[in-house]
Protein backbone atom coordinates (compact mmCIF):
# COMPACT_ATOMS: atom_id res chain seq x y z
CA UNK A 1 0.00 0.00 0.00
CA UNK A 2 1.52 3.32 -0.98
CA UNK A 3 0.54 6.47 1.06
CA UNK A 4 0.02 10.01 -0.10
CA UNK A 5 2.65 12.92 1.02
CA UNK A 6 0.51 15.43 2.72
CA UNK A 7 1.65 18.98 2.31
CA UNK A 8 2.01 21.41 5.56
CA UNK A 9 3.28 22.32 8.58
CA UNK A 10 3.42 20.04 11.38
CA UNK A 11 2.84 21.36 14.96
CA UNK A 12 6.42 21.92 15.91
CA UNK A 13 7.45 24.14 13.57
CA UNK A 14 4.16 25.86 13.94
CA UNK A 15 4.89 26.39 17.42
CA UNK A 16 8.71 27.75 16.64
CA UNK A 17 7.43 30.26 13.86
CA UNK A 18 5.27 31.85 16.42
CA UNK A 19 7.90 31.64 18.85
CA UNK A 20 10.47 33.35 16.72
CA UNK A 21 7.37 35.52 15.52
CA UNK A 22 7.02 36.81 19.31
CA UNK A 23 10.41 37.46 19.56
CA UNK A 24 10.69 39.52 16.68
CA UNK A 25 7.65 41.71 17.62
CA UNK A 26 9.12 41.98 20.85
CA UNK A 27 12.01 43.81 19.90
CA UNK A 28 10.36 45.92 17.03
CA UNK A 29 8.09 47.02 19.63
CA UNK A 30 10.44 47.77 22.05
CA UNK A 31 12.47 49.84 20.00
CA UNK A 32 9.59 52.00 18.51
CA UNK A 33 8.79 52.78 22.09
CA UNK A 34 12.26 53.60 22.95
CA UNK A 35 12.66 55.98 19.99
CA UNK A 36 8.92 57.05 21.34
CA UNK A 37 10.45 57.80 24.64
CA UNK A 38 13.38 59.53 23.57
CA UNK A 39 11.89 61.76 21.38
CA UNK A 40 9.00 63.44 24.10
CA UNK A 41 12.77 63.47 26.55
CA UNK A 42 14.41 65.68 24.04
CA UNK A 43 10.64 67.56 23.10
CA UNK A 44 10.46 67.98 27.40
CA UNK A 45 14.00 68.88 27.90
CA UNK A 46 13.67 71.54 25.06
CA UNK A 47 10.28 73.17 26.36
CA UNK A 48 11.62 73.14 30.02
CA UNK A 49 14.79 75.28 28.99
CA UNK A 50 12.70 77.79 26.84
CA UNK A 51 10.36 77.97 28.97
CA UNK A 52 12.69 78.67 31.85
CA UNK A 53 15.00 81.29 29.81
CA UNK A 54 11.67 82.89 29.10
CA UNK A 55 10.60 83.22 32.66
CA UNK A 56 14.26 84.56 33.64
CA UNK A 57 14.77 86.93 31.03
CA UNK A 58 11.14 88.66 31.49
CA UNK A 59 11.33 88.47 35.59
CA UNK A 60 15.18 89.87 35.10
CA UNK A 61 13.48 92.96 32.95
CA UNK A 62 10.64 93.81 35.25
CA UNK A 63 13.42 93.87 38.32
CA UNK A 64 16.66 95.38 36.74
CA UNK A 65 15.10 98.80 37.27
CA UNK A 66 12.69 98.36 39.92
CA UNK A 67 12.85 101.44 42.96
CA UNK A 68 12.19 99.13 45.51
CA UNK A 69 11.52 95.20 46.56
CA UNK A 70 10.68 93.00 49.02
CA UNK A 71 10.54 89.14 48.85
CA UNK A 72 7.97 86.96 50.22
CA UNK A 73 6.90 83.38 50.95
CA UNK A 74 3.79 81.31 50.10
CA UNK A 75 2.81 85.00 49.10
CA UNK A 76 -0.70 86.25 46.94
CA UNK A 77 -1.78 89.31 46.31
CA UNK A 78 -5.08 89.18 46.00
CA UNK A 79 -6.82 92.35 44.56
CA UNK A 80 -3.54 94.11 44.61
CA UNK A 81 -2.29 97.84 45.43
CA UNK A 82 -1.54 101.06 42.58
CA UNK A 83 1.67 101.23 42.65
CA UNK A 84 2.95 97.90 43.58
CA UNK A 85 3.99 95.26 41.09
CA UNK A 86 3.70 91.32 42.35
CA UNK A 87 5.88 88.12 40.67
CA UNK A 88 4.36 84.89 42.91
CA UNK A 89 4.63 81.29 42.75
CA UNK A 90 0.89 79.75 43.08
CA UNK A 91 -0.20 75.85 42.62
CA UNK A 92 2.70 75.24 40.88
CA UNK A 93 2.62 78.28 38.26
CA UNK A 94 4.49 81.67 38.12
CA UNK A 95 2.09 84.88 38.12
CA UNK A 96 2.98 88.55 37.27
CA UNK A 97 0.28 90.75 38.48
CA UNK A 98 0.12 94.56 37.61
CA UNK A 99 -1.57 96.96 40.54
CA UNK A 100 -4.99 96.09 40.63
CA UNK A 101 -4.96 94.41 37.14
CA UNK A 102 -6.09 90.98 36.70
CA UNK A 103 -3.02 88.23 36.97
CA UNK A 104 -1.13 86.52 33.76
CA UNK A 105 0.52 83.78 34.29
CA UNK A 106 4.57 83.38 32.83
CA UNK A 107 4.78 79.51 32.90
CA UNK A 108 2.79 77.00 31.44
CA UNK A 109 -0.71 75.95 32.43
CA UNK A 110 -1.83 74.06 30.06
CA UNK A 111 0.07 71.10 30.45
CA UNK A 112 -0.93 69.31 34.50
CA UNK A 113 2.46 67.18 34.38
CA UNK A 114 4.29 70.62 34.31
CA UNK A 115 5.51 72.24 37.53
CA UNK A 116 7.48 75.20 38.64
CA UNK A 117 9.63 76.21 41.44
CA UNK A 118 10.63 79.91 42.18
CA UNK A 119 13.56 80.64 44.51
CA UNK A 120 14.56 84.47 44.88
CA UNK A 121 17.50 84.66 47.51
CA UNK A 122 19.25 88.47 48.51
CA UNK A 123 22.61 88.25 47.55
CA UNK A 124 24.10 91.77 48.09
CA UNK A 125 23.02 95.33 48.42
CA UNK A 126 21.39 95.66 45.21
CA UNK A 127 21.14 91.97 44.05
CA UNK A 128 18.75 88.89 43.98
CA UNK A 129 19.89 85.91 42.59
CA UNK A 130 16.76 83.66 41.05
CA UNK A 131 16.26 80.12 40.31
CA UNK A 132 13.85 78.15 38.30
CA UNK A 133 13.37 75.03 37.95
CA UNK A 134 11.01 73.15 35.56
CA UNK A 135 9.65 70.25 36.59
CA UNK A 136 7.77 67.31 34.84
CA UNK A 137 5.77 64.59 37.14
CA UNK A 138 8.15 65.84 40.30
CA UNK A 139 11.30 64.74 38.18
CA UNK A 140 13.38 68.11 37.44
CA UNK A 141 13.95 68.86 33.32
CA UNK A 142 15.55 71.82 33.53
CA UNK A 143 17.59 74.35 36.22
CA UNK A 144 18.56 77.77 35.34
CA UNK A 145 19.90 80.28 38.01
CA UNK A 146 21.09 84.09 37.27
CA UNK A 147 21.86 87.10 39.19
CA UNK A 148 20.09 90.47 38.80
CA UNK A 149 22.07 93.61 39.24
CA UNK A 150 19.11 96.17 40.82
CA UNK A 151 21.07 99.62 39.31
CA UNK A 152 17.91 101.49 39.66
CA UNK A 153 17.14 101.36 43.70
CA UNK A 154 16.35 104.27 45.33
CA UNK A 155 18.01 102.28 48.68
CA UNK A 156 20.05 99.70 48.50
CA UNK A 157 18.49 96.30 49.46
CA UNK A 158 18.77 95.20 52.79
CA UNK A 159 18.91 91.46 54.58
CA UNK A 160 17.20 92.45 57.46
CA UNK A 161 13.96 93.73 58.32
CA UNK A 162 14.29 97.43 58.90
CA UNK A 163 11.35 100.29 59.06
CA UNK A 164 11.72 102.31 55.35
CA UNK A 165 14.06 99.69 53.17
CA UNK A 166 13.52 99.00 50.07
CA UNK A 167 14.17 94.90 50.86
CA UNK A 168 12.39 94.01 54.37
CA UNK A 169 11.74 90.90 55.80
CA UNK A 170 13.22 87.44 54.55
CA UNK A 171 16.94 86.16 52.60
CA UNK A 172 14.64 84.03 50.17
CA UNK A 173 11.46 83.54 49.03
CA UNK A 174 8.95 82.59 46.17
CA UNK A 175 7.26 85.75 45.83
CA UNK A 176 8.28 89.35 44.86
CA UNK A 177 7.00 92.63 45.75
CA UNK A 178 8.09 95.69 43.46
CA UNK A 179 7.45 98.76 42.58
CA UNK A 180 9.37 100.69 39.18
CA UNK A 181 9.57 104.50 39.58
CA UNK A 182 11.15 105.89 36.25
CA UNK A 183 14.10 109.14 37.19
CA UNK A 184 13.78 111.78 35.45
CA UNK A 185 15.09 111.89 32.20
CA UNK A 186 17.51 114.89 31.41
CA UNK A 187 18.29 115.60 27.82
CA UNK A 188 21.92 115.41 26.41
CA UNK A 189 22.65 118.92 24.75
CA UNK A 190 26.31 117.89 24.03
CA UNK A 191 29.09 115.88 24.34
CA UNK A 192 32.62 117.34 23.64
CA UNK A 193 36.05 115.06 23.15
CA UNK A 194 39.35 116.90 23.11
CA UNK A 195 42.89 115.51 23.40
CA UNK A 196 46.37 116.80 23.38
CA UNK A 197 47.48 115.65 20.75
CA UNK A 198 45.55 113.86 17.20
CA UNK A 199 49.01 112.52 16.29
CA UNK A 200 50.15 108.61 17.70
CA UNK A 201 53.81 108.45 16.30
CA UNK A 202 54.43 105.14 17.57
CA UNK A 203 53.23 101.18 16.80
CA UNK A 204 52.25 101.06 20.50
CA UNK A 205 51.54 104.44 21.48
CA UNK A 206 48.06 105.67 23.20
CA UNK A 207 46.00 108.56 22.72
CA UNK A 208 44.43 110.14 25.61
CA UNK A 209 40.94 111.55 25.28
CA UNK A 210 38.87 113.38 28.12
CA UNK A 211 34.71 113.62 26.95
CA UNK A 212 32.96 116.74 28.93
CA UNK A 213 28.89 115.90 28.71
CA UNK A 214 26.32 119.10 28.74
CA UNK A 215 24.43 119.73 31.18
CA UNK A 216 26.69 118.34 33.85
CA UNK A 217 23.29 116.87 35.53
CA UNK A 218 23.62 114.48 32.54
CA UNK A 219 27.30 113.02 33.37
CA UNK A 220 25.51 110.63 35.92
CA UNK A 221 22.51 109.46 34.24
CA UNK A 222 21.96 106.92 31.43
CA UNK A 223 21.79 108.15 27.76
CA UNK A 224 18.94 107.51 25.73
Known amino acids: MRYKEKNGFTLIELIVTLAILTIVMSVVVSMFSFITSTNQSTKDNFNAQSTAENIIGMIKAELQYSSSVSLRNNYDPGVGLDGENYIYLKN?????????????????TSLNDISCVLSLTISGPMTIDISINIMKNNVTLYSLKTSIYMNNLTVAVTTSAQSGTTASGILQGNAIVYSKIIKSIISVSSISVTSNSDVITQDTGTLQMSANILPTDAANKMVF
Open 92 to 108: NIIYQKIGKSPEKSISP
